[in-house]
């Protein structure tokens, strides 16, 4: 990845990181089920528990994002499988998912924060981030 492409991925990794205190995760350009970056900060504990799970194949966040673009909050998605009350109970809440791209090159983000639910604002600012990492990163394929 060139140097500026770089340095403006990571400038908006921390700006993320500044409204999301709990962490985030960003799949970007899924292709073939697999993205070709992966940005996350959720626990380590959590990234083990659902990686290890193979969670990701009832994901009700991954689920969405694959056929819908836009944001919509977690508690608005249905979690047929716990995944999501499994992610609260390792601190996740107040969940926001944003998807963006085509979907033969899907991005698709979460967000917790621990204090309350993201604002209308605070959602469409993170699903500008989104935006912004897809199209940086489509110059790095």
């Not at 990845?1 to 921390?14: A, D, G, N, P």
């Not at 999301?20 to 073939?32: E, Q, S």
């Not at 926001?96 to 993201?118: E, H, N, Y």
Request: charged fraction near 20%; include cysteine.
């Amino acid at each position: 990845m060139k140097t500026e492409i770089r340095h403006s991925v990571e400038q908006l990794l921390h700006e993320t990181g500044a409204v999301c205190d709990t962490g985030y995760a960003f799949a970007l350009h899924i292709r073939f089920t697999r993205p070709s970056f992966m940005y996350r900060t959720y626990p380590q504990s959590w990234i083990s528990h659902y990686d290890e799970a193979g969670m990701i194949i009832e994901d009700p966040v991954v689920k969405w994002g694959l056929s819908e673009t836009g944001f919509r909050r977690w508690c608005d998605l249905e979690d047929c499988n716990g995944i999501l009350a499994d992610a609260a109970a390792h601190g996740l809440t107040n969940g926001l998912t944003c998807a963006v791209g085509p979907s033969s090159s899907r991005s698709i983000a979460g967000f917790t924060r621990l204090d309350r639910a993201f604002s209308d604002t605070e959602a469409q600012m993170l699903l500008g981030i989104t935006e912004k990492l897809h199209q940086l990163t489509q110059q790095a394929l």
